[in-house]
């Protein structure tokens, strides 16, 4: 039964999408819009998020990666649009600050922190070493 609402309700939220679309003054803007967003999901962000997972299959410590990584993809998610909007912005103290600098700056601060946690577990992980083979003779 609940696996009927569910359908249900995504059934009228896809009619509630493709009336609004209708509905908006440019529904070809809309759709062309969607098929960008639809390319560039399909045609970059996967394969290459796909390619990273690749890259980090065996590794020591993946999940810190994946960690910083989910880290960085949140703050270009929510960066992004105002970096790529066009125009000025409508409110100017919106962008007071060089945004683009700034993302520089904390994408490059969350990968020298990852790198840091990486190196000190490693360092803690290596092998301690006990007294020499003559300091132990001499006792």
Same mark, same amino acid.
């Given at each position: 039964?609940?696996?009927? %609402?569910? /359908?249900? !309700? /995504?059934?009228?939220?896809?009619? !509630?999408? =493709?009336?609004?679309?209708?509905?908006? @003054? &440019?529904?070809?803007?809309?759709?062309? #819009? +969607?098929?960008?967003?639809? $390319?560039?999901?399909?045609?970059?962000?996967?394969?290459?998020?796909?390619?990273?997972?690749? !890259?980090?299959? /065996?590794?020591? *410590?993946?999940?810190? #990666?994946?960690?910083?990584? +989910?880290? %960085?993809?949140?703050?270009?998610?929510?960066?992004?649009?105002?970096?790529?909007?066009?125009?000025? @912005?409508?409110?100017?103290?919106? !962008?007071?600050? @060089?945004?683009?600098?700034?993302? =520089?700056?904390?994408? =490059?601060?969350?990968?020298?922190? %990852?790198?840091? $946690?990486? +190196? $000190?577990?490693? #360092?803690? =992980?290596? @092998? *301690?070493?006990?007294?020499? $083979?003559? &300091?132990?003779?001499? &006792?």
């Amino acid at each position: 039964m609940f696996r009927y %609402a569910v /359908g249900g !309700l /995504g059934l009228a939220l896809i009619g !509630l999408g =493709a009336w609004l679309v209708v509905a908006e @003054p &440019d529904p070809l803007g809309v759709l062309v #819009w +969607l098929a960008g967003a639809l $390319v560039l999901h399909d045609g970059i962000l996967a394969p290459l998020v796909f390619g990273v997972g690749l !890259l980090l299959v /065996g590794r020591r *410590q993946r999940g810190l #990666w994946r960690g910083a990584l +989910l880290v %960085a993809g949140c703050v270009i998610l929510i960066a992004l649009p105002l970096l790529v909007r066009p125009g000025a @912005p409508p409110n100017p103290s919106a !962008l007071p600050l @060089p945004y683009g600098r700034n993302l =520089a700056l904390v994408l =490059a601060g969350v990968a020298v922190a %990852a790198g840091v $946690v990486h +190196l $000190v577990r490693r #360092w803690r =992980a290596r @092998p *301690q070493r006990g007294p020499a $083979v003559e &300091d132990r003779a001499e &006792d």
